[in-house]
């Protein structure tokens, strides 16, 4: 697989994961103020008498593990506590418990114990470690593919890329863009996040100084000292909370600063006289232990104060827009972008055309069709072919497509003719709209040649919907090679059909044809190169105005051709006689999105900064070329030997 390929996948299975962290951790910024703003009712001014609180605590039952203290002096204390063995939170303030609920009762704090992992114990500790090391394998693969973009690209691209719009690329340069700021900051996040979760591991591989963890026996004859004892002696050197190790009060370690500032120090106590048991002093920590404790203060930004607060308040804001913009890549390209299809039946009326209708494998609704909207098909044998979908839109049980057998097949619609089978299994991309129908209630002609019917069959059955005068007229070589002729007299569309047959009926008058046309009236044709050519010339000559003429070409385009170079990035390549520039392209290890390879699809769209090009794709507008857009699976150089200067940008 691909470093894109594992980046989608690693990231499709981290998304919720860094959604819920990311949501956590920036939460987390604003702990205090959240917590006041969604429980006004554990926050009434009530000057905290510790002992009194921690008696009230005590009284429910329940053992403490950690107090917070505030740093009002009228705020309540925040404390941390298992009852019956299971997490609570609670607010004491003035003696009383203000508030005490289980830990799901508090959102915020949910999602602090689920950040921190300290509810999921070492198991989650593990599991928050490895998701860590999967996320900063997310953030490095992106940060390789971003730089190998920038590098073939420009940094311009990643810059500024645009408002979103129809166009994919939008998107990625979008993903791009918030990835440059995000990728960083969630690296650093993920690695020192991973060295908290792996504390144990990693302070067993740094000469780190033995944590102090004193022990008390208990004395069944001896009573615990009063909490404000303990504080007592540390008033004056800004104690930031009380821990009571297992719960029992025998040891008591009162913090002096704050966990995520690297000058805090700790005390240990014996919870029953008041003798010191050990410290941490921040003088006194060697150069790991103080490695060790920039780990926090990284993580939370405080190190760099505000500023820190800031870039990680932007990359939380950020997160959403990241994720949303990856999986919207994703499920273009893969997963819920091509869907699981059964063929539900097959019919062959005679003709080199084979109708096949096609349900949801599970029986799902099917996404909405437009008229003259087109699928990718693919195929069994690797092969993705584009086929227009020619059922009635408004449909969302099945879609119908027809496929005629190609003499020049290259595997697509030879595999289809001899292969599939009712029952069988396809993958079916999302339905594009490359040919639309105009609105309005002008008359139209739907000019179809040959097998170039499939598209303009569903624009007749909207145009039917919606009582909007049209007329199908479908040439064909002789009365047996009317393509769908047999499907389309079943329907309620048959007296709208015209059929020519050239054996019978002679070459068709195009010209005739188009100028008995009520003024207003729209073109749409499709089919064959020359008959479309020879169509939009009668009309254009006939004094249609160009805003009336639509067309799809029927033939995919090819690529072949004389030899030309091109110029990308300062660097010169020769495309030889007959290869693709996407070809080249993928030659050079640009892995430049493509599917159809035949000017259909428009995935394969690059810029030509200078040059002229020969445009063989049928999916470009005269704008998009007029803006140098090529697609790089068919179109070249338009003189042999010619160089064009490229731009992998759109
Ligand atoms: S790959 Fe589809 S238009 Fe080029």
Redesign the pocket.
């Known amino acids: 697989m691909t470093f894109l390929g594992w980046h989608r996948w690693i990231g499709l299975f981290l998304g919720l994961f860094i959604a819920v962290q990311g949501l956590g951790g920036t939460l987390l910024l604003f702990r205090q103020p959240l917590n006041h703003l969604l429980h006004p009712d554990a926050y009434t001014p009530a000057a905290p008498a510790l002992d009194a609180n921690v008696d009230a605590v005590r009284a429910r039952g329940c053992t403490i593990t950690r107090i917070d203290l505030p740093d009002r002096a009228t705020d309540p204390l925040f404390f941390q506590l298992s009852c019956s063995g299971d997490p609570f939170m609670a607010t004491a303030g003035g003696g009383q418990v203000l508030r005490l609920a289980p830990l799901n009762d508090w959102p915020l704090e949910w999602l602090f114990q689920f950040h921190c992992r300290l509810a999921a114990g070492t198991t989650g500790e593990q599991a928050v470690g490895w998701m860590g090391v999967a996320l900063l394998a997310l953030c490095l693969t992106g940060l390789w593919m971003l730089l190998r973009a920038a590098r073939r690209d420009g940094w311009r691209g990643l810059f500024c890329p645009g408002w979103p719009k129809a166009s994919l690329r939008r998107w990625r340069d979008l993903h791009r863009a918030v990835g440059l700021y995000l990728v960083p900051v969630l690296a650093l996040l993920s690695l020192t996040g991973i060295g908290m979760a792996w504390n144990p591991t990693v302070t067993a591989a740094l000469p780190v100084t033995p944590r102090p963890s004193p022990q008390v026996a208990p004395r069944p004859d001896g009573a615990l000292l009063p909490l404000s004892t303990f504080l007592n002696r540390a008033q004056g050197l800004a104690p930031s909370s009380i821990r009571l190790p297992g719960g029992h009060g025998r040891v008591v370690m009162v913090m002096q600063g704050r966990a995520d500032s690297p000058d805090y120090e700790q005390f240990w106590y014996n919870g029953y006289d008041g003798t010191l048991l050990g410290t941490r002093r921040a003088g006194e920590r060697a150069a790991a232990d103080r490695f060790m404790d920039l780990l926090y203060p990284l993580h939370t930004g405080s190190l760099l104060g505000p500023v820190g607060t800031i870039l990680i308040l932007l990359a939380g804001l950020s997160l959403p827009c990241f994720l949303a913009t990856g999986i919207f890549l994703w499920s273009r390209r893969r997963g819920p972008g091509t869907m699981p299809m059964l063929v539900s039946a097959l019919s062959r009326d005679g003709t080199d055309v084979l109708l096949i209708t096609l349900r949801h494998r599970f029986g799902l609704p099917l996404p909405c069709i437009g008229a003259g909207d087109h699928v990718d098909v693919h195929l069994p044998n690797g092969l993705v072919r584009q086929y227009s979908l020619c059922g009635r839109p408004g449909r969302r049980l099945s879609w119908q497509i027809a496929v005629r057998l190609s003499d020049v097949s290259a595997g697509g619609s030879a595999w289809i003719h001899t292969h599939l089978k009712p029952g069988a299994a396809l993958r079916l991309g999302r339905p594009r709209a490359h040919f639309p129908l105009s609105s309005g209630n002008a008359p139209v002609l739907l000019l179809a040649g040959g097998i170039g019917i499939t598209p303009l069959l569903s624009m007749a059955w909207c145009l039917w919907d919606r009582g909007r005068p049209f007329t199908l007229l479908v040439c064909a070589r002789d009365r047996a090679a009317r393509p769908l002729a047999a499907a389309i007299a079943a329907t309620p569309l048959a007296p709208s059909v015209r059929w020519h047959d050239s054996a019978t009926d002679g070459r068709i008058d195009l010209a005739a044809l188009l100028t008995a046309q009520a003024p207003e009236t729209h073109l749409y044709t499709c089919g064959p190169a020359a008959f479309m050519q020879a169509a939009l010339d009668a009309a254009r000559t006939s004094g249609w105005s160009p805003d009336r003429l639509h067309w799809e070409a029927f033939a995919p385009a090819t690529a072949s051709g004389p030899a030309f170079t091109i110029l990308l990035n300062g660097k010169a390549i020769a495309v030889a006689a007959g290869e693709s520039l996407?070809d080249r392209l993928l030659g050079e290890g640009i892995a430049l999105p493509?599917?159809?390879?035949?000017?259909?699809?428009?995935?394969?769209?690059v810029t030509v900064r200078s040059g002229s090009v020969d445009h063989r794709?049928s999916?470009l507008t005269p704008e998009d070329r007029a803006a140098g857009r090529m697609?790089?699976?068919?179109s070249r150089a338009a003189d042999a030997g010619g160089e064009l200067h490229l731009s992998l940008t759109p």
């Open positions: 996407l493509h599917s159809c390879r035949r000017g259909l699809c428009g995935q394969c769209v794709d999916i697609t790089a699976c068919c």
